[in-house]
């Protein structure tokens, strides 16, 4: 299984997102709905204003939701 902390990682370099004492971001209300297993998944990222709301896919199904805070 792929560790939550490795998933949060991917959407912040997917959105080329660094956190750095200068550029804190926040992960927010992720939420760890099925096991994911290494491998290559759809995923869908969108912004507004400071906010990066992220879903992780297995076909129709949602494995992961959570929001990034620039």
Avoid: W
Wanted: charged share 20%; hydrophobic share 45%; net charge positive.
């Amino acid at each position: 299984m792929v560790p939550g902390s490795l998933i949060i990682h991917a959407f912040l370099r997917l959105h080329g997102v660094l956190a750095y004492p200068g550029n804190p971001v926040q992960a927010e209300n992720f939420r760890f709905k099925h096991f994911v297993s290494p491998g290559a998944y759809q995923y869908e990222m969108t912004k507004n204003d400071k906010v990066i709301r992220c879903r992780l896919f297995d076909k129709s199904r949602v494995l992961v939701t959570g929001t990034l805070v620039l």
